[in-house]
């Protein structure tokens, strides 16, 4: 569960408005006020940097190198439509983490670096003095240090979460550019032209349609509805449902839009129970490991980007492991870019191989 931020908005802007105003009246011909204002900013601003530095280090030595999956909501900008479902970025924690603070240091340095650089050429003093009361206030609201520094005991995390909520859209950031990864159900749902029923609709999306009593099969939008809901849920997923409704005429089908195949989702849901049996179950039924999704990956490329290494043994020997994806990458890469090489030991690969 994430953290709840510090409440300090009102409070904040209760000590700002004061600062400001008698800011504003110092004067800034005196060399006493002017040389005691640059002491205090240059006390306040070691202070500053030496918490960045402490903050750095418990960062570096709890969390580096923690590859949990990790999704972080992102703020929504005054352009979005108020309906646009959330959108997560998706990275590991200590990647998560790492921005976090990289965030924290640029705008700790901007922020030093505009106010000494109107001190020196236009000799201003208002913003030393302000900086000198609101610089601790900024430090002090900053998760990052409240989780490392300051009130380890209260904040836990930096507002991430494991489990995605129904409906989200997922970004992931590659080469410094954002990639649409995972887009909302809604819209998927609408590229693959799923509608529901207005009794449907009003019941709750995340629980998967179950096979109707009686023995009728599911229609083939209704499978594609049930494995894409079941994915909607992530690793908290009830996989019963899925399963019961596999047989042989489904057990390839691909989804409209992204190409995703039940072997697919039961390999993506690496923490969902029961994702063994679903992945028997369709081994049973003569399912094609090798098919691809829209993106060139086959469910052995699942297994390797989400780190399911107990589905690369169930698959083992099973699928072409040197098969390559739309940007010529093979499951020995997509591993080892995903920090999962454990997959690729698992399929019978050495770490060695991994450069």
């Known amino acids: 569960m994430a953290s709840p931020a510090p409440a300090g908005g009102f409070g904040k802007i209760a000590v700002m408005l004061p600062v400001m105003l008698y800011a504003r009246k110092l004067d800034a011909d005196d060399p006493n006020i002017v040389f005691m204002l640059r002491c205090s900013y240059a006390v306040v601003q070691a202070g500053i940097l030496t918490i960045l530095f402490l903050t750095h280090n418990k960062l570096h030595s709890k969390y580096d190198g923690d590859t949990t999956p990790v999704y972080t909501p992102k703020a929504p900008t005054f352009m979005d439509a108020a309906d646009k479902p959330p959108t997560y970025t ?9 921005a976090k603070f990289q965030e924290l240091v640029s705008s700790t340095f901007m922020g030093m670096l505009m106010t000494l650089g109107l001190h020196w050429y236009k000799g201003m003093v208002v913003g030393l003095a302000m900086q000198c009361v609101m610089g601790p206030f900024n430090i002090y609201e900053n998760m990052t240090v409240r989780m490392c520094i300051l009130t380890p005991n209260s904040v836990k995390d930096l507002g991430e979460v494991e489990a995605l909520p129904d409906d989200a859209q997922v ?7 954002e990639k649409v990864v995972q887009e909302p159900r809604s819209a998927i749902a609408a590229k693959a032209g799923v509608t529901k029923s207005k009794k449907a609709a009003a019941e709750d999306d995340a629980v998967p349609l179950r096979p109707k009593a009686g023995g009728r099969k599911l229609t083939k939008a209704e499978f594609e509805d049930l494995m894409l809901d079941t994915w909607d849920q992530a690793n908290a997923a009830d996989l019963a449902p899925l399963i019961a409704a596999l047989d042989a005429s489904n057990v390839s089908h691909a989804t409209a839009d992204s190409g995703w195949t039940p072997l697919m989702v039961f390999c993506g849901l ?4 029961a994702f063994e ?10 399912c094609d490991v090798d098919q691809a999704d829209a993106d060139g990956w086959s469910a052995l490329h699942w297994c390797a980007y989400h780190g ?16 390559k994806d739309k ?17 690729w030991i698992a399929l019978g690969g050495e770490d060695d191989k991994v450069d």
Do not use: W
């Open 308 to 323: 399911n290494a107990r589905a690369a043994q169930l698959l083992k020997g099973r699928g072409d492991i040197r098969a």
């Open 327 to 343: 940007e010529g990458k093979d499951v020995e890469r997509v591993a080892k870019d995903e920090g999962n090489v454990g997959v």
């Open 90 to 98: 998706k990275s590991t924690r200590s990647a998560a983490y790492r």
């Open 277 to 286: 049996e679903g992945i028997a179950r369709c081994l049973d039924l003569g």
């Open 270 to 273: 690496s923490n969902a129970a």
């Open 171 to 177: 970004v992931e950031v590659v080469a410094g550019q």
